[in-house]
């Protein structure tokens, strides 16, 4: 067999998986362990120590011990392209393939570690609920883990139907809009249909995550878009709009008009995980005007020529994006403190500075009133 003849039958083995995102980039990744014998495929679901993996030769089950390391991000998780190997009882996950992009966001342990939520996906669809009012901080938290994850973000405001009317929609899709530059925001509802092949059209180009919220409609949206009811859809509170956990695991699925989705369970908490990055883009317009400040260093508080704070004393930044953003920073600050010694130091020296500012600044308060 000619080497051409060799490398057509070889990609003729794999072209089952090419609905799952399998490209010649995965193909050349994979190379050195498929003249081991293993197996390629891309993991579906995991639970407990062991993964559905979905090869050329259809749905597997493999035990992921293999691939067990201290690093809570290094172990299996969906969306990764693994080696497995092709028999033995169990069969073992050897390895997964380097990640393109992995959703990691803050557990809410007290020993900082961070969870992977997803690997390899393009777009993240943050699903957020018209039922109850807008919560514009927490879809910047998504947002910010969207794009430091490398996958491009889109926000979808389902239960578009619940909307009493259209000018209402579009003041509420500006608003969301306000809070996510550089995203597409886009309104739907599952129930009547309305957007979902816009939405259709975006994801049908990779891999995307869908998030949000217990009860933002997720399970409902997924189905919508598999065009069958796949996932179990569990009623909202009226008070609240909340719901229970109807996905409990994260679960890949190919779509019917191309891509995949990767559902996953609802997320009571948001915490970033080394997302400097990921904040600068979602407040990229305060990123900009920081540059025009009179110091490099400006902290957007009291500086004289800050560029940010006359933009807020202007109407032209709302102040709710300011205070946002400092809560994002602050908050990431302390993450990666956590683990880095040489942020810990900054941080203290900055705390120290502060206080001396604060204290000399009462001094001369004293001074004058005495």
């Known amino acids: 067999m000619t080497f051409s003849s060799a490398f057509s039958a070889s990609a003729s083995a794999f072209s089952a998986l090419v609905p799952y995102g399998w490209d ?18 891309r993991v579906v679901r995991v639970d407990r120590g062991q993964c559905d993996v979905v090869t050329a030769d259809g749905l597997l089950r493999a035990d992921t011990a293999f691939v067990t390391p201290h690093d809570p991000l290094r172990v299996v998780c969906t969306g990764d392209w693994v080696a497995v ?59 910010a883990l969207a794009w430091e994850s490398g996958a491009q973000p889109v926000v979808v405001l389902t239960k578009a139907d619940l909307v009493p009317d259209a000018t209402t929609l579009s003041y509420l899709v500006q608003d969301v809009e306000t809070a996510a530059p550089g995203v597409q925001v886009l309104p739907v509802s599952s129930q009547l249909g309305d957007g979902l092949d816009v939405l259709a059209a975006i994801l049908c180009g990779g891999t995307s995550v869908l998030l949000g919220q217990s009860g933002a409609g997720k399970s409902t949206l997924a189905n919508a878009l598999l065009g069958e009811d796949v996932m179990d859809v569990q009623a909202t509170r009226d008070m609240d709009g909340k719901g229970r956990h109807t996905t409990t695991t994260r679960n890949l699925l190919a779509l019917p008009g191309g891509g995949v989705l990767i559902d996953t369970p609802g997320l009571r908490g948001v915490g970033l995980w080394d997302a400097e990055t990921g904040v600068s883009q979602v407040f990229s317009e305060i990123e900009k005007l920081a540059g025009e400040c009179r110091f490099q260093d400006c902290a957007h508080v009291a500086e004289p020529g800050c560029a940010v704070l006359a933009a807020v004393d202007d109407g032209v930044l709302p102040e709710r994006r300011l ?9 990431n600050q302390r993450i990666v403190a956590k683990t880095d010694a040489r942020v810990r130091a900054e941080l203290r020296r900055e705390w120290k500075l502060r206080g001396a500012q604060g204290r000399a600044a009462m001094e001369a308060k004293r001074g004058r009133w005495a």
């Open 85 to 143: 190997e092709p028999t033995g009882n169990p069969r073992y996950v050897r390895t997964y393939l380097p990640r393109r992009t992995a959703f990691v966001r803050s557990t809410s342990s007290k020993r900082s570690e961070g969870q992977i939520l997803a690997a390899n996906v393009d777009h993240a669809v943050v699903a957020v609920s018209l039922a109850v009012e807008l919560d514009l901080g927490r879809i910047e938290r998504f947002l």
């Open 323 to 331: 205070e946002s953003y400092r809560k994002l920073l602050r908050e």
């Open 24 to 41: 010649d980039a995965w193909a050349e990744a994979f190379a050195p362990y498929d003249t081991e014998g293993l197996v390629a495929g």
